[in-house]
Structure formats: structure tokens, C-alpha cells
């Protein structure tokens, strides 16, 4: 199971969704194709959220925004 997750949620939302259920993130980041990205820190919080978000998943290709300058 990945630990990656792509939503139609705001960033707040998902943030605020980690914290409800004890979900500890290690990266979020906004989508340029909007929504958000987030990596959870181990497999088990990553498969309590993949319940929480399952009708908010992004499937297919996403727009990602660089996290660093190059």
C-alpha cells in the first residue's frame, strides 16, 4: 500500500483530518491541478486515511508544484 494519497480536499482539510485521526504526515503539498498530496509517515495511519478519503481520491495524472527552487 502506498503512503501517498492524492485528494479534491484543501490543504487545511487535510491536514485537519490527519490530526482528528491521529495521522502523522510526513509531506502535504498543494496540487497545481488542484487538491492536495500527502504522504503519511507509516502504513498503518496511510490505511486508516485511505478509509477516511476514499470518495475524495484523485485518480490519474496530477500537476505537482515543485517543492524546491533548482
Not at 10 to 31: F, G, Q, W, Y
Not at 45 to 59: H, P, Q
Amino acid at each position: 500500500m502506498s503512503r501517498a494519497f492524492c485528494v479534491t480536499l484543501h490543504i487545511d482539510e487535510v491536514m485537519a483530518a490527519c490530526a482528528r485521526n491521529n495521522a502523522t504526515i510526513s509531506t502535504v503539498e498543494p496540487l497545481h491541478s488542484g487538491g492536495t498530496r500527502v504522504v503519511l509517515i507509516n502504513s498503518h495511519d496511510a490505511a486508516v486515511m485511505g478509509r477516511v478519503f476514499a470518495g475524495k481520491l484523485i485518480t490519474g495524472n496530477v500537476v505537482r508544484t515543485p517543492l524546491r527552487v533548482r
